[in-house]
């Protein structure tokens, strides 16, 4: 049965008034987290309530006191609050056992330090093969797991749009705002990034598909980071809105290169620029030894060893690294320490986990036989 305000019994009102919900504004920004979390639209937490739907709706995008002007709306808050206490979502888990703490994934968690603390903007690039997606997929769950939610992700199609990439945003971000009204969408996204306690920093996992003319898409990402800005901050970094991550392939970085005159606006605004070389030889080792060994490293033959790089090597024919120290070089570029400018030769992560988890069975099998 759906209750209205006015027709709450007083046993209700009491029940409710003991519901330990917090005011109406921060109540709307939790609630609309826990139904993110969830996977939960307005009508289903409407009907989990016992609740109108346009009432939940006007309630979760912060309308309710203005089209029910006299209305106690802590009623209607703490209902809503009981409702999500009754169904609590699962708590965010951390990164899977198989996710390797490679050189690769230490860059993208610097970058995103940076990012949340500065404010700041950085462009990751890298071949297919580095995990780049799964790697910031676990920093994610590990920064969640933490008990924090200021890293949103969102994963840009192959054919983005203004609109779309602002819906994506706007569900990754728990706003309630269902629309297909472009100013409508930044508005909510600047009134949710600012209520929060910390200034959240935005993911773009394949970002390349934004390089794309005429980059409306990418420009929309640009206005959304300049209008959750403050002018008038005391400090300077905390005038350049919300954290950005644009990650991708080198395609990303290569697209900004190309169209730097008509993407003008970008080139005081990127701070970081990182080009991942992916795991070398002596990491995949290391990494194959510390998995594979009962508290220390395992020792490893030269012929296991040359099964494990066998079993986890690749190319990167875009990108040119020195031959002895590894760092990325351009065409025709010496490097300092005299090493010679080829193609990257580097190890997959995932191969690497995948012939770390043969290894394993086999080993268990074998103490089975035994």
Request: aromatic share 6%; hydrophobic share 40%.
């Amino acid at each position: 049965m759906k209750l209205k305000g006015s027709s709450y019994s007083e046993e209700v009102r009491a029940r409710l008034a003991a519901v330990p919900a917090p005011d109406y504004p921060q109540a709307v920004l939790e609630i609309n987290r826990w139904m993110v979390r969830r996977g939960l639209p307005a009508a289903a937490l409407a009907e989990l309530a016992g609740l109108g739907r346009s009432t939940v709706n006007q309630w979760c995008q912060g309308l309710y006191p203005k089209f029910h002007q006299g209305t106690d709306v802590s009623l209607l808050t703490a209902r809503l609050w009981e409702a999500m206490l009754a169904h609590p979502a699962p708590a965010p888990a951390g990164p899977p056992e198989r996710f390797l703490a490679t050189h690769n994934a230490e860059e993208i968690r610097r970058a995103l330090t940076t990012c949340l603390r500065q404010h700041a903007c950085a462009v990751v690039h890298g071949a297919p093969a580095e995990e780049k997606t799964f790697s910031v997929k676990c920093l994610v769950a590990e920064h969640q797991a933490a008990g924090r939610d200021d890293l949103l992700y969102v994963y840009a199609p192959a054919d983005p749009s203004p609109l779309g990439m602002l819906q994506r945003i706007c569900a990754a971000a728990g706003t309630a705002l269902r629309s297909n009204l472009r100013f409508a969408l930044i508005q909510s996204l600047i009134e949710n990034f600012r209520q929060r306690e910390r200034m959240p920093t935005l993911i773009v996992d394949e970002a390349q598909h934004l390089l794309r003319a005429p980059f409306d898409a990418l420009e929309t990402i640009r206005e959304l980071r300049d209008l959750t800005g403050n002018d008038l901050a005391e400090r300077r970094q905390d005038s350049y809105g919300c954290g950005l991550l644009l990650i991708g392939s080198h395609e990303l970085y290569a697209q900004f290169e190309r169209n730097k005159f008509l993407l003008g606006q970008w080139r005081d605004r990127i701070q970081i620029k990182r080009q991942l070389t992916g795991m070398d030889e002596t990491e995949a080792l290391e990494i194959a030894a510390r998995e594979l060994g009962n508290g220390r490293p395992a020792r490893l033959g030269e012929e296991l060893k040359r099964e494990i790089l066998r079993a986890a090597r690749e190319v990167d024919p875009h990108t040119l690294a020195c031959g002895k120290c590894r760092k990325a070089l351009n065409a025709g570029e010496a490097c300092s320490c005299g090493g010679q400018a080829k193609p990257c030769v580097f190890h997959s992560p995932r191969k690497l986990s995948i012939w770390i988890d043969r290894a394993r069975e086999k080993r268990a099998a074998q103490r089975g036989a035994a």
